[in-house]
C-alpha cells in the first residue's frame, strides 16, 4: 500500500549495483561493479556485526591503528558482500583476470590504502546505487505542484 507520500522505492540501494571507476588511470582502467555498503545490504551490515563482536571491538579512540583496522575490514568484506563483479582487471602481463573473491582480496591487498577507502566511501553512499529511472528533481517540483 502506498503512503500518502508517494513510493519512496526508487531510492532503496538494496539490490541495486552499479560500476565503480577508480579516480586515476590504472593499468587496464579496471572497473568494480559494487552493491551498497551499508545497511541495505544487510549480508554486508551482519559481517560487520560479527568481526566486531568476534574481535571484541569496544569504541576505540580514533587512532591511525583504528583506521587500518577499518579499511582492512573492507578488504576482507568487499569481496564477499559488496564487490559483485569487476572489468578490465588484469594481472602485470596485461593478462585478463576473471573476477572471484579470492582473487578480489588480493587485488584490494594490492591498492593503496587511499584508493581502497575512495571505494569504500563511494559504496557507502546510497545515491551512487538509484535507479536511472529515479524521478529528476523537475519531477518530484511538478508532483508537488511547485
Known amino acids: ?28 582502467n579496471p572497473r568494480l561493479k ?18 566486531n563482536a568476534k574481535g571484541g571491538q569496544k569504541r576505540r ?9 577499518g579499511l582492512n575490514l573492507d578488504r576482507r568484506l568487499f569481496p564477499k558482500h559488496v564487490i559483485v563483479g569487476w572489468d578490465r582487471v588484469q594481472d602485470s602481463e596485461g593478462k585478463p ?7 578480489c582480496l ?5 591498492l593503496p590504502d587511499w584508493l581502497v577507502q575512495d571505494v569504500s566511501i563511494f559504496a557507502a553512499k ?13 519531477e518530484v517540483e511538478e508532483q508537488a505542484g511547485n
Request: hydrophobic share 40%; glycine share 4%.
Open 97 to 103: 583476470i576473471p573476477y572471484g573473491a579470492n582473487v
Open 61 to 69: 579512540a580514533q587512532t591511525i591503528d583504528a583506521l587500518d583496522d
Open 126 to 138: 546510497p545515491e551512487n546505487f538509484l535507479a536511472e529511472d529515479s524521478p529528476s528533481d523537475v
Open 34 to 51: 559494487l552493491k551498497h555498503a551499508g545497511r541495505s545490504n544487510r549480508a554486508y551490515t551482519q559481517a560487520i556485526i560479527d568481526a
Open 1 to 28: 500500500m502506498e503512503s500518502q507520500f508517494g513510493n519512496f522505492s526508487a531510492f532503496d540501494p538494496s539490490d541495486r549495483t552499479t560500476w565503480y571507476e577508480f579516480p586515476i588511470e590504472l593499468p587496464g
Open 106 to 110: 588480493e587485488f584490494l591487498k594490492a
